[in-house]
């Protein structure tokens, strides 16, 4: 069943949100491309959880408050927006830039979240290990290399966006250039608080990975106490809409562990 | 009008099969294919260049800055000025511009440009920009920022400039306790500030205002684009209640003037095209980087782009056609900018007579020949 489009409201900020499911609730932050469509992978979590998938502020059509300027910003936004919840109640997963805002938030109050997924996540920097430069690719490239397996920008690529659409991908470029242009894609601070990341937590990587190497996850592996690191091969940078069965039975697979 | 001298510095000994293999000739461009012995030489001959332009009666003899590109090979135009300064006597040196937000700390300009004016004794006329969206990509700074960063640089630069020191600057990019610089700019309240741009309409609106009413350049544009956009700057000053002077508009494009349109023609070819097409041209998602235009410019240039498809390269023709460079014979050349001044009123024009890969044969006759055959008719 697909998700229902809303508008939710947290403090001064509309954002535009896609729901779906029953269950406890889980908070899915997407990456720098937006929330278009209710996915496969959503639909999937929907059979286990309540699933809410807000378009970050800045991006698509929800608000661009003038003070959000940074990733602690995003951070910040969340933590409020998490604040709705009991303690301990949230699953939050995170793809990419998505990752990041829920890694961020995690080192500053984890008491409403119950189990932390990273897709893929941006944040951290490992020396000689240089992210792809996403900001120079041409569009074709940008699709191309955020899979491996390539009939899915095949896909993508073959359908001419509309004028509208065409603006709101400018829009995601732009909110996304705030956050990953300088320093690319790190917080040079994140990496030494990881450790008050206390919940449970998974990390799902691609093996396949052109935006952010792959080896990145053992880094974020061992930073994080007890959590556990999955890597899926033939995937690139998004498991979520790549191998979306993957991440979800990972994700539910945390979930019941807490059980 | 007053005759403005315009060098870029394009390293024209670049192997332009090579150039092809990359993107551009910006960010990218391997260095391996500058060579250094010859770049000495581009740089001998570009000086003389400029000191000769002042032998030749120019009023201004102008630098600009880029970074990392065969384009032009002047990252840091202040020391082409200071070798200016030294090497003239009464031509007004103009350093148009420094790319503001590409800095970490404004201050820097301040005290440079204040040097060069004392230097020279109040010759110096500057130029504030943004930078090309490439150079976003070279020097990591964040176009997101860009238009915040240009602001408050110039808002601290005109401030060390102008208040007795030590004063202090609160920003939201750029955070100075002491602003206290020494030396002081020899001209009083400062040297002239340009703004040449392409006629973004926020910049109009901002360099017209009455408590600037800087000079504004358009460059490299069509016949019909300097005159739309030099019009919107007189209508901008209206709306403010004052007249524009013609010394506050004005326009630079590249000039080739030979004995017969047909010479010129077949002389500036190579020229104008290896500049537009070889050093200029980049792939948009360089050359417009998220946040360098605002969101809605940026959503009107992307529907151009679509309704244009895809770029060819641009041919003399086509850019004398629109005007967007001034090729022929004197008479010509002297037609097309004498119309250009009288639909704009502009009081400046900056001509670039060194323009690609042009050699210094034809580029010294270009100057000479511009000199006597055009500028004396166009003076008043």
């Known amino acids: 069943m697909p998700g229902t489009e809303t508008k939710h409201k947290v403090r001064d900020v509309n954002v535009r949100m896609l729901r779906g499911g029953s269950g406890p609730p889980l908070l899915f932050l997407h990456g720098a491309n937006g929330l278009p469509v209710w996915l496969p992978v959503f639909e999937l979590l929907s059979k286990q959880f309540e699933v809410f998938v807000p378009e970050h502020p800045g991006f698509g059509t929800s608000d661009n408050p003038g003070w959000m300027r940074n990733i602690g910003d995003l951070a910040m936004y969340y933590l409020d927006f998490l604040d709705e919840f009991g303690p301990h109640e949230v699953h939050v997963v995170g793809q990419s830039l998505g990752g990041w805002a829920a890694a961020e938030a995690a080192v500053r109050n984890c008491s409403r979240i119950k189990t932390l997924s990273l897709l893929g996540p941006a944040g951290i920097r490992i020396k000689g290990m240089p992210s792809g430069d ?76 052109k935006l952010f190497p792959s080896a990145y996850a053992a880094r974020w592996g061992e930073r994080i106490p007890g959590s556990r690191v999955g890597i899926v091969p033939e995937c690139g940078h998004v498991p979520a809409v790549e191998k979306p069965e993957i991440a979800a039975k990972e994700i539910i697979r945390l979930y019941a562990g807490t059980r | ?69 065969a384009y032009g090979i002047m990252p840091a135009p202040n020391l082409i000025a200071a070798n200016l300064i030294a090497r003239t006597t009464k031509a007004k040196i103009a350093i148009i511009g420094r790319a503001l937000p590409l800095v970490n700390n404004p201050i820097n300009i301040a005290e440079e440009f204040a040097m060069l004016d004392n230097l020279s004794r109040g010759r110096i006329i500057t130029g504030f920009v943004r930078g090309i969206g490439n150079e976003y990509h070279s020097t990591g700074i964040n176009p997101s920022f860009s238009h915040e960063r240009y602001q408050e640089a110039h808002d601290l630069i005109v401030q060390a400039w102008t208040k007795p020191g030590p004063t202090s600057f609160e920003g939201e990019h750029f955070n100075v306790r002491y602003v206290n610089i020494w030396p002081r700019p020899y001209q009083t309240p400062h040297p002239q500030i340009w703004i040449p741009s392409m006629g973004s309409s926020e910049t109009v609106k901002w360099a017209a205002a009455p408590e600037r009413k800087y000079p504004f350049l358009v460059t490299f544009s069509s016949r019909e684009l300097v ?147 055009v500028m004396p008719h166009l003076r008043n």
């Open chain 1, 134 to 209: 996403n900001f120079i690719w041409s569009p074709e490239e940008a699709v191309r290399n955020l899979y491996h397996n390539q009939a899915i920008p095949d896909q993508i690529l073959a359908v001419q966006p509309t004028d509208d659409q065409a603006d709101i991908l400018l829009t995601n470029r732009f909110a996304t250039a705030k956050f990953g242009w300088e320093p690319r894609w790190y917080n040079p601070s994140l990496e030494r608080w990881l450790h008050r990341i206390t919940v449970p937590t998974l990390i799902v990587w691609g093996k396949e990975d």
């Open chain 2, 1 to 69: 009008m007053q005759f403005t001298f315009f060098h870029l510095m394009p390293y024209r000994p670049l192997d332009m099969a090579e150039r092809h293999k990359h993107k551009a000739a910006w960010v990218v461009l391997p260095n391996t294919l500058y060579d250094p012995k010859k770049g000495a030489d581009e740089y001998e001959s570009y000086i003389n260049q400029l000191v000769y332009a002042e032998k030749l009666g120019f009023d201004v003899i102008a630098v600009n800055e880029h970074h990392q590109t």
């Open chain 2, 227 to 373: 005159t739309r956009y030099l019009n919107v700057y007189r209508e901008q000053a209206k709306q403010y209640g004052y007249e524009a002077s013609p010394d506050q508009v004005g326009w630079a494009s590249p000039v080739y003037v030979a004995d017969t349109d047909e010479r010129a023609r077949k002389e500036a070819k190579e020229g104008i095209e290896t500049l537009f097409n070889d050093f200029l041209a980049v792939p948009f998602q360089m050359l417009l980087p998220p946040g360098y235009m605002s969101l809605p410019s940026m959503k009107n240039t992307m529907r151009m782009r679509k309704a244009l498809g895809a770029q060819k390269r641009l041919t003399m023709e086509e850019l004398a056609e629109s005007g967007t460079v001034i090729v022929g014979s004197p008479q010509t050349v002297r037609d097309q900018l004498a119309k250009q001044r009288d639909d704009t009123r502009a009081g400046k024009l900056i001509t670039m007579l060194q323009f690609g890969t042009l050699s210094d044969e034809l580029t010294k006759r270009n100057m000479e020949m511009f000199a006597s055959e």
